[in-house]
């Protein structure tokens, strides 16, 4: 086991050939830090062989910070230099960290992209074909039932957001719990094909009150908010994609009775 008084992990022949960085870590029976691993492992991609020091107790831990004057570890040094912890360390390589509230549409687009994989691969798996009308109508199910399981995660905190902008729930709070329920029990539904009495009316009815609100909201009272589509302390601003998801409610709740009609 390596400890904080071993400086020479390293072999010399190895750190001739390169760079090296100087890093201390906790790692101990029960807690192996996880900024601790990050640390190495960037410095490891920007080429450094890293002399990795392992801080296996408390005392170990507070006597290093007491040492270096430093209230936390990871710690690591390059050329002598403290750089300092890992977001100092990912700063050091013009790797800054994203800005927790910088909008961002990512969690948005990693549901719908998953959707379509799903819906693609159940497609192919069923009926042993990519492109198909099945696909379309599995991709707006999956993503239904994905996004209603983002929000059924914190119920009260989605709930919180969404009273900031939906037309219904302003005048029925109990609309914003009963909210994610819905979209989820209509996305399962329809995957199934059963109860479409029920799945398309109820598609049908929270998005058109979701398109309203949205439209109202962003381009009638030209507000900033962010969306609650993947549940409360999203980063997804409300917009296009949030008038887009609600669309294709809609478009479902319409679709699936005639449907039914036609085909059966």
């Known amino acids: 086991m390596k400890d904080a008084s071993d400086h020479t992990h390293t072999p010399p022949a190895d750190r001739a050939h390169g760079k090296t960085a100087v890093l201390y ?35 170990a831990t507070d006597a290093f910070m007491q040492k270096h004057g430093v209230e936390t570890t990871p710690q690591t040094f390059i050329d002598g230099t403290r750089i300092g912890g890992y977001d100092d360390l990912r700063a050091h390589f013009d790797k800054p960290l994203p800005d ?15 959707a379509a994989l799903i819906a693609f691969a159940v497609t192919w798996r069923v009926e042993g074909a990519l492109l198909s009308l099945r696909v379309f109508e599995l991709f707006i199910a999956f993503g239904m039932t994905l996004l209603g399981l983002q929000k059924l995660q914190d119920v009260e905190s989605f709930s ?22 819905a979209e989820t029990a209509a996305g399962v539904l329809m995957i199934s094909g059963a109860l479409t009495w029920l799945s398309a009316p109820v598609a049908l009815f929270i998005g058109t009150v979701g398109a309203i609100s949205v439209f109202y909201a962003v381009y009638i009272q030209k507000r900033e908010l962010k969306c ?12 296009f994609i949030s008038l887009t998801e609600n669309l294709m409610m809609v478009v479902m709740g319409l679709w699936m009775p005639i449907r039914v009609y036609l085909i059966g």
């Open 25 to 59: 870590r906790m790692v101990m029976d029960k807690h192996v830090c996880p900024y601790g691993l990050k640390s190495k492992d960037l410095l490891e991609q920007q080429g450094y062989t890293v002399e990795d020091n392992w801080l296996e107790t408390r005392e």
């Open 100 to 114: 927790e509230d910088e909008t961002t549409y990512r969690p948005v687009i990693a549901i719908f992209a998953c």
């Open 160 to 181: 919180s957001m969404f009273l900031n902008y939906d037309l219904l729930g302003q005048r029925w709070v109990r609309y914003a719990y009963i909210y994610p329920f």
């Open 228 to 239: 609650a589509c993947v549940g409360g302390g999203s980063s997804v601003p409300l917009g």
